[in-house]
Nanobody
Framework: QVQLVESGGGLVQPGGSLRLSCAAS????????MGWYCQAPGKERELVAA???????NYADSVKGRFTISRDNAKNTVYLQMNSLKPEDTAVYYC??????????????WGKGTLVNVSS
């Protein structure tokens, strides 16, 4: 079994910054791509940013130049640095990881989400 635990969400004013973290633990052999998704009220979950084990990144157009994704492979942890936050960034942010387990099965895991509320 694998668990993803997010932290770092909260209330922030427009123009402010937050840093989200997501730590994976459990029966992990390796982790391929890790990413962050967001889901605003009444909308579908969508990709914010993703990073491969080799460090290749991919961003949604709406966050390019403002958000930075990074990971620490030794700690099985992915981060999302969010700068110049806008009210439209308000959403629940979910961590996602493509994990190869210790018995060599590949599964996609999700965290429970952390709320980011950008409001004055």
């Amino acid at each position: 079994q694998v668990q993803l635990v997010e932290s770092g969400g909260g209330l922030v004013q427009p123009g402010g910054s937050l840093r989200l973290s997501c730590a994976a633990s459990g029966s992990i052999f390796s982790i391929k791509t890790m990413g962050w998704y967001c889901q605003a009220p009444g909308k579908e979950r969508e990709l914010v940013a993703a990073i491969t084990s080799g460090g290749t990144t991919n961003y949604a157009d709406s966050v390019k130049g403002r958000f930075t994704i990074s990971r620490d492979n030794a700690k099985n942890t992915v981060y999302l640095q969010m700068n110049s936050l806008k009210p439209e960034d308000t959403a629940v942010y979910y961590c996602n990881a493509e994990v190869v387990t210790t018995n060599y099965y590949r599964f996609n895991y999700w965290g429970k989400g952390t709320l980011v509320n950008v409001s004055s």
